[in-house]
């Protein structure tokens, strides 16, 4: 596998709204977490590099910021941007040098602790109709489930993915947040017509420790759960507290 680096992408948010409108994309209010907005652009700007998983940043003193993890460094990015991107793409990030930046992952040893975030959209497809739907909701149309918990849902199913492969154990895990966005993504089907959606988000901290050093990049190369190319899934690491 190659290496796999953190990219970083400062964004101009007026800029983004301006290539969207070019695309006859409605606008925020339509896509209330922004997932499909920001997909559309970064395939547009990088193609087949596009990070993902990534997650967008929003703050009062600093410009919206994309994290997300690649195959691919900055180098790499910024040459695909400046000889191919439309000139409403490359507005959105500006000047490429200042705007795109990326560092190499580590390589975490067996044993190592870390801290961990993920922001996620926890959803499955029910048995027999395949519709996708909240995985709270899944667990309780069950028959026999008595007194569940969302947070214990989400926090049973965020363990499972970080421990799948024996790539990490998951020493605590917590929901820090949870609230229903309004979405819109593009079905796949012919024709393709936008739809609007309304979906969990969830987001969840703890501490894991790292078992498998090759499962954990592959863990950290894939994400967590569905929709990680609409800014879901990205496994933030931090010190251990």
Same mark, same amino acid.
């Given at each position: 596998?190659?290496?796999?680096h953190?990219?970083?992408?400062?964004?101009d948010?007026?800029?983004?709204?301006?290539?969207?409108?070019i695309?006859?994309?409605g606008?925020n209010?339509e896509? #209330?977490?922004?997932?499909y907005?920001v997909?559309?652009?970064l395939?547009?700007?990088f193609g #087949?590099?596009? *990070?993902?998983?990534?997650?967008?940043?929003?703050s /009062?003193?600093?410009?919206?910021?994309? =994290?997300g993890?690649?195959?691919?460094d900055?180098?790499?990015?910024?040459?695909r !941007?400046?000889e191919?991107?439309? *000139?409403?793409?490359m507005a959105?990030?500006?000047?490429p040098?200042?705007s795109?930046?990326?560092?190499?992952? *580590?390589?975490?040893?067996?044993?190592r602790r870390?801290?961990?975030e993920?922001?996620?959209?926890?959803?499955?497809?029910?048995?027999g109709?395949?519709?996708?739907?909240?995985?709270? !909701?899944?667990?309780?149309? %069950?028959?026999g489930?008595?007194?569940l918990?969302r947070?214990?849902?989400?926090?049973d199913?965020? %363990? #499972?993915?970080l421990?799948?492969?024996?790539?990490?154990?998951?020493?605590?895990?917590?929901?820090?947040?949870f609230r229903?966005?309004?979405?819109?993504?593009k079905?796949?089907?012919a024709?393709?017509? %936008?739809?609007?959606?309304? /979906?969990?988000?969830a987001?969840?901290?703890g501490?894991?420790?790292v078992?498998? *050093?090759d499962?954990?990049a592959?863990?950290?190369?894939?994400?967590?759960g569905?929709? %990680?190319?609409?800014?879901?899934?990205? @496994? @933030? =690491?931090?010190?251990?507290?």
């Amino acid at each position: 596998m190659n290496s796999l680096h953190m990219i970083e992408v400062q964004m101009d948010l007026a800029a983004l709204f301006r290539f969207l409108k070019i695309q006859g994309f409605g606008g925020n209010h339509e896509d #209330e977490d922004l997932g499909y907005g920001v997909h559309a652009w970064l395939t547009a700007a990088f193609g #087949e590099f596009s *990070p993902r998983p990534w997650r967008l940043f929003f703050s /009062r003193d600093r410009s919206p910021q994309i =994290l997300g993890y690649a195959h691919h460094d900055a180098g790499v990015l910024r040459q695909r !941007l400046c000889e191919f991107a439309d *000139p409403s793409v490359m507005a959105v990030c500006g000047d490429p040098t200042g705007s795109i930046a990326s560092r190499t992952m *580590p390589a975490w040893q067996p044993g190592r602790r870390l801290g961990f975030e993920v922001q996620c959209c926890p959803v499955g497809r029910k048995a027999g109709t395949g519709i996708e739907k909240d995985l709270f !909701l899944i667990r309780a149309d %069950r028959a026999g489930e008595q007194g569940l918990r969302r947070d214990a849902v989400y926090c049973d199913w965020v %363990r #499972e993915q970080l421990e799948r492969n024996g790539a990490a154990h998951v020493d605590d895990i917590r929901l820090d947040g949870f609230r229903l966005v309004r979405q819109t993504r593009k079905i796949q089907a012919a024709p393709r017509t %936008r739809h609007k959606l309304v /979906r969990p988000q969830a987001l969840l901290r703890g501490e894991l420790t790292v078992v498998d *050093p090759d499962a954990f990049a592959e863990l950290l190369s894939r994400g967590v759960g569905r929709h %990680r190319a609409f800014g879901y899934g990205m @496994l @933030l =690491l931090r010190p251990p507290s």
